[in-house]
Each structure stands twice: as C-alpha cells, then as structure tokens.
C-alpha cells in the first residue's frame, strides 16, 4: 500500500520582525496573522550580509554563504573592477528545487526573489525581484505564457518612493493580485510535494514608510493597516488551503531578515574614501559607477556594508597580497568599531569572514562585513561624499528577529537552518559535498 503523500507549505513573509509582527497582530486588524503566530512563532537570525538574496538563497540551498556563494545583490568584476547584478547563475551548489526534482517530488514555487534564471523543474515557479523578464523568471514556458495572460506583475513600481504613499500602496495592491492569481494556478489539483509563496510587499512598505507601519500616531498608520489587511487576507487564503490538505503535512511561515525604523544611512566607502584607502575617477553617472582606481585603492565597500581588500590573489590590479589584508582588515575593524554617530557607535559588530561563513566560496568572501546597530542602514555607493544622509528611506534591515513560525514546532536559528529543516522534512541529506564547478564570478 503506498504511503499517503506528505506535504510542505512554505510561506515567506519578506522581511518581517517577530516583534513588529506581535504589535500589528494585537491591532486586531490582521486576523490571519494573528493566527499564523499561533503556530509556534520565534525570531531567527538572518545570514549576513542580511539582503534578500543571500537569505533567500540559504533558505532554499539549506547552506550559508561561505557554500552557497551568494553574498549581496551586486558582484564586482575581479578584472574591470565594474560592479554587475549577481543572480541565480551565481549558486554554486543545487538547490531544493533540483534535489527534489531528482528525488521525484514536486515543487511548485511563487515570487521566489533572486531564483532567476530559473531552472526546469519537476514543478512550476515564478521568481520573484529584482527579474522583470518573464521567460527567465518562470518555468515551464506554458506557465510563463499563462501568468503574461494574466497580466503578472513581478514587482510594484517603487520609484517614487516615500513622496507618493497612494502610488506604492496601488502598485503592491497589484502585486498581490498576482500572488493570488499565480498561487490559484499552481494551487489546482494539489499535485505538489512543496508548495512556497514568498510575499515581499512587506519589505517594499517598511522600505519607504516604516514609521507609519510602526508608530499609531503616524498619520498614515490606518491608511498603511488597510493594505496591510489586504497582504492579510492572502495569509488567510494560504492557511485555509494548507488546512484542507489530506494527510500528513506542515506548514512553515518565515521572513528572511528583520526590520527597524532607519535613523541615518552610513556610506562606507565615504568613509573609506575619507580614509585615504578608497580612489575613484569623477564622474560616476549614478552610485553603481565604480570608477574605482585600482593602483590608489587600498579597500572598498559593496552593499551593504562588505568590505573588500584589494587584494593580489583576487583582483586583476591588486596592491596587496592576502597576508597584508589580513593585518589591514583587523586595523579597519577596530577602526569602524569606533565610528560614531551623534556620539553613538555606529557598528553592532565588524565581522571577518572566516567567522561567519564556512565552505568552498570562503575565497570569494568580502574580508569584512559589517552590522550596523539597529538603525544604522550601512550602504556602499560609488558617488556620495558624506558618510552619514538619509536618502528617501524610513526603514532599514536587520539581522535580527526574522519571524518564523512552524507547525512542527522547531526552533532553528538561522535562515540557513530553516533551509535545513526543509530537507530534512523531505529526507534530504545535508549539502557537505563539493560544490558544483560554476563559470560565475
């Protein structure tokens, strides 16, 4: 007799704090997230840097940075020393999706960020930002043919930022009317092992009106509830569809980094720059033009706070080998350490790679990372003077208190292990092999 089919509903929640989800849950306008919380919610940690892609990708490859080689949204060339977006091509070892592929199951996946290109699987998925092609995003072409029809929208415009409240509310507005038609599609005939919906409308409002999500004084706060409640009701459609599920089953609802309200942003390779260790040639048409001067460059920074040794061993026009940096590294955190902002340290800690990160893409690795304290929003741009501004946001990541809520209970303590409870639940064994040979840079 063959054994009842065993299902995993995984529900991402972009960038959503345990402790700001509890305070929207207490409004009672939320009612299906205040039931999610009953499923033995936690705060975990998020993998550093603490961006989308490198959770997003932990969670879904059960493997830190250090093996899976994704550590920001951006790359930089080690010979042309111009900066390029970093996508899917760039993890070096297989994902949950081509596991299970190979293992026979069926993995049906919505709005996953940073999955583009996409892969065939034994399944459908639609990737979510920062793709806007839908034959990369989506596979198979059917699908992607279907979700076009539908009048898919991959991401909300957010351009305007927090000058136009009414604009973004409307664009995400779409965007979840498009989680829900794409989810209705694959949903059908509940012929999947894995079913995951990633909403990231979360981290678009906390972006550019934290604040107004946070504070019930704010004079938008009812204004971002009412979209917020329509975020909701898709949560409600999600728990309802897993509890008509037949056999055995979990549910596992997790967000990939935290969020706070944002006090200043802090440039890094300003204060590089400042520093001496940092040239770059004017006239840098926006803040991804390097123009870095490799010969003068002792270090620079890429989002949003990895610092990077200019290194012979690495780089094309490298000015140190890695003995040095190893010595110049320490000097810069003990330096950054010290940083203050309004008499506050403005570092929670200075990280050197060798203790967060463990695998094959060590050697890839910025030499430093760094954590803001809450607030702090580190950045790395290539045409800012001053090293402290805001600059059209209100809420900034952190690497702390990531929800994550589990029918089953567990406590994992990172992205990564979230990841790892995945394959677990599907008799995946963990990825210590070597990595796959990867042409990405």
Known sequence: MPHPRKRLVVLGLDGLPLPLARALAATGRLPNLERLLTQNACGIEAELPELSPVNWTSVVTATNPGRHGVFGFVGIDPATYTLGPIDASAIRVPTLMDRLTKAGLVAKIVNLPCAAPVKPLSGAIVAGFPETDLDRAASPPQFAQNLRLAGYRIEADTSRGAADFDAL????????????????????????????????????????????????????????????????????????????????????????????????????????????????????????????????????????????????????????????????????????????????????????????????????????????RPGMSLTAKFNREAIFGRHGRAGCHSPHDALYCDTDAARPATTTGAGREIAAYFDLPEQNEPAWISSAT
């Open 169 to 372: 509310a409307r664009g995400l507005r779409q965007t979840l009317a498009s989680r829900r038609a794409a989810m209705e599609m694959l949903w059908a005939g509940g012929d999947f092992d894995l079913f995951m919906l990633v909403l990231t409308e979360t981290d678009r409002l906390f972006h550019f009106f934290f604040p107004a999500v946070a504070r019930p004084e704010h004079a938008l706060h009812g204004a971002a509830l009412d979209l917020l409640a329509d975020w909701d009701r898709l949560i409600g459609v999600v728990l309802d569809r897993y509890d008509g599920l037949d056999g055995p089953k979990r549910l596992i609802a997790l967000a990939d980094h935290g969020f706070v309200e944002l006090e200043t942003e802090v440039d890094i390779n300003a204060w590089l720059a400042q520093k001496g260790l940092l040239l770059t040639q004017p006239g840098a048409r926006n803040e991804w033009d390097a123009r870095i001067a490799p010969h003068q460059t002792a270090a620079f920074g890429l989002d949003p706070g990895r610092i990077y040794i200019n290194v012979k061993e690495r780089f094309a026009r490298g000015v140190f080998h890695e003995h040095v940096a190893e010595k110049l590294a320490l000097e810069l955190r003990e330096e950054l350490l010290g940083l203050t902002y309004e008499g506050e340290p403005v570092m929670e800690a200075v990280h050197l790679a060798g203790e967060i990160y463990d695998g094959p893409q060590l050697r890839r690795a910025p030499h430093l990372v760094c954590v803001g």
